[in-house]
């Protein structure tokens, strides 16, 4: 089902309606600041493991996951203090930082090394769902995997809605993917250039 919502103020009553569905263990479609993500509360296996075979993704590979602010990542990773020097310095934005998971992060989100990777990205629209839903929404492209993402609201809504809960219009969004940087053991690394800029890495 297709629901508008403001992209700049989000009306509170539509994101209630949203969370109430996550909390069930439903699948959305929603915007991010780069593309349209897929997502689900993570605490939810039923909603994880449907992500899973919409995506058409192999179960090894885990999914990232939106924090709705810094105080918060502290959950869920292991942020060191360079690590928190970085993302302090970036988030809000197109980044998605992998970090040391902690044991609070469900198994079907962390890979093999126990690490996540972590976004706040800069869109009301997704932070005003993970902060009604409490904690973390998963997320990853909507498209299936190896595919193109799909930036049209109505795009995904005709390819990929039946089986979606909801997808959350908030406009064409036609960016590239986040850029993914590894802040493991205080090592910078870009493991995918996307619309992040990195050319501060060289400063830091």
Known sequence: MLLSINPDNPQPRLIKRIVEC??????????????YGIGCDIFNKKGVKKIYQIK???PRKPFSFICS???????????????????KRHLPGPYTFVLEATRVVPDLLTTKQKTVGIRIPQNPIALAIVQ???????TTSANISG??????PQEIENS????????????????????????IDDQIEVLRQGSGDTSWIHGS
Not at 132 to 138: D, F, K, R, T
Not at 160 to 183: A, E, F, K, Q
């Open 22 to 35: 996550l909390k069930q263990g439903g699948v959305i479609a929603y915007p991010t600041d780069t593309t």
């Open 56 to 58: 058409q993704r192999d």
């Open 69 to 87: 602010d810094l105080s918060d990542v502290a959950n869920y990773a292991q942020v060191s203090n360079f690590a928190f020097k970085i993302m």
């Open 132 to 138: 009604e839903l409490g904690h973390p929404l998963v």
């Open 147 to 152: 595919e193109e993402s799909i930036g049209d």
């Open 160 to 183: 990929l809605g039946r089986m979606l809960d909801y997808v959350v219009d908030g406009g064409i969004l036609m960016g590239d993917p986040s850029t993914v940087i590894s802040l």
